[in-house]
Nanobody, 124 residues
């Protein structure tokens, strides 16, 4: 059984920062990847960023230069550092991973495991 647990969400003013964590536990493959998604009420879950097992990072254009993704295998934890936050970043944020690959993809259907989500609210 694999579990992913997000934490670190909260409420901040525009321009502020938050760091989200994604703690992995269970029988996850040793060289896993982490993808980060966010979901606004009534809208689909959108891809935000990902980090592969070889350290390659990818970001959606709206967060490029403001968000940084990382992965600490020793702590079994992935991170999403979010700087210069904007009101449009307000959403519930989810981390995901894949069972059979260390390469994460943009499409959410490719993920086998998901966390429960953590809310990020950015006020203007």
């Amino acid at each position: 059984q694999v579990q992913l647990e997000e934490s670190g969400g909260g409420s901040v003013q525009a321009g502020g920062s938050l760091r989200l964590s994604c703690k992995a536990s269970g029988s996850l493959r040793s060289n896993y990847c982490i993808g980060w998604f966010r979901q606004r009420p009534g809208l689909p879950r959108d891809w935000v960023a990902l980090i592969d097992s070889d350290g390659e990072e990818k970001y959606t254009s709206s967060v490029q230069g403001r968000f940084t993704v990382s992965l600490d295998y020793a702590r079994n934890t992935g991170y999403l550092q979010m700087n210069s936050l904007k009101p449009e970043d307000t959403a519930e944020y989810f981390c995901g991973s894949r069972r059979d690959s260390g390469v994460c993809r943009i499409g959410r259907s490719s993920y086998d495991y998901w966390g429960q989500g953590t809310q990020v609210t950015v006020s203007s």
